[in-house]
């Protein structure tokens, strides 16, 4: 074998590299046809997606208040100073 068939034989290191999916051609045109897809959804459905607001706002309360409670150990059970343990 010789030293021409061997540099051949290994991939160079840009060939190893993959680019990643969204700055591909086609990762472009997904987003750009996703895009296009959602404008037109909203505009659409625009009458389904008002009459959802009173429920997604009700849905979004509770969920911040089931939520954020977590965090500090619900309602009362709040213990004196912070440096107790």
Do not use: Y
Not at 19 to 43: H, R
Not at 54 to 61: A, D, G, M, S, T
Request: glycine share 16%; hydrophobic share 40%.
């Amino acid at each position: 074998m010789t030293d021409h068939d061997q540099l051949h034989a290994e991939p160079k290191a840009d060939e190893r590299r993959r680019q990643p999916f969204l700055k591909t051609p086609s990762g472009l045109a997904l987003c750009i046809f996703l895009a296009i897809a959602g404008i037109f959804l909203l505009f659409e459905h625009r009458i389904h997606l008002l009459g959802a607001w009173p429920l997604l706002f009700l849905l979004v309360c509770g969920g911040m208040h089931f939520f954020m409670h977590r965090g500090h150990g619900g309602h009362g059970g709040h213990k004196g100073g912070g440096d107790e343990q």
